[in-house]
């Protein structure tokens, strides 16, 4: 089944504690994109990769790392976790580097809580 | 990026269709019609897009209005399934980014 497969679904961590979320697509896509969800705020993107190696900032990239070293994974990273990264956090990938006439495929999301 | 306008919320009966409007009076040529739906606790999920023409699929039709300044996604017959936010979001061809708003939040009543 083509699908996203973001891990873990549930994350509860301590402040500076350094953590990773994996993200990982079976649909040889190129595009790849990290978002995170917050009340009244909507999806906003976090980091977003055109294809291996070639990463950008999105609108809300502070604290964030990401690595795109093979094609089907692109892990986020928060070296220092702090309380106002807690948040809902979804992986996207899209066939082509270009968007428009492409949709994208979301994970079902990582609920990140930090104390 | 072109901006959309959606209702917050609507509320339909179950088997009957839904008529979900959208705005987007600042639409360029090149900008594709997305839309997305986000059921409870799982990730936003591509319903349909199109760029001029009305679209069908197996999930939902896509009507374009002929000057692109709105748009209508219709199902055909509501399902509590269906219950949703739906998000009509414009992409345009070199894009590296999908911008939410807050979407339409549909209520199926049984």
């Known amino acids: 089944e083509a699908q996203v497969t973001q891990n873990p679904r549930y994350l509860i961590t301590v402040t500076g504690k350094k953590l990773t979320v994996t993200c990982s697509q079976n649909m040889n896509h190129e595009y790849m994109s990290w978002y995170r969800q917050d009340p009244g705020l909507g999806l906003r993107q976090i980091y977003y990769?055109?294809?291996?190696?070639?990463?950008d900032k999105g609108d809300v990239p502070e604290g964030y790392k990401v690595s795109r070293k093979e094609k089907r994974n692109f892990p986020l990273i928060l070296e220092s976790p702090s309380p106002n990264q807690t948040s809902l956090y979804f992986c996207a990938s899209s066939p082509y580097r270009t968007g428009g006439n492409y949709g994208y495929t979301f994970g079902s999301g990582t609920r990140l809580t930090v104390v | 990026d072109a901006k959309t306008t959606q209702p917050n919320s609507m509320e339909s009966n179950e088997e009957e269709p839904v008529h979900l409007p959208c705005n987007h009076s600042?639409?360029?040529?090149?900008?594709?019609i997305h839309w997305y739906r986000q059921l409870p606790s799982q990730g936003p999920e591509y319903v349909i897009h199109g760029l001029t023409s009305n679209v069908n699929n197996r999930m939902a039709s896509l009507a374009i209005a002929e000057d692109r300044k709105s748009s209508t996604l219709i199902l055909h017959r509501a399902t509590l399934r269906d219950a949703a936010v739906y998000y009509c979001?414009?992409?345009?061809?070199?894009?590296?980014?999908?911008?939410f708003g807050t979407g339409t939040r549909l209520t199926v009543i049984p």
């Open positions: 600042t639409i360029s040529g090149t900008d594709y």
């Open positions: 990769s055109m294809n291996v190696e070639a990463t």
């Open positions: 979001i414009l992409s345009g061809t070199g894009a590296n980014n999908l911008f």
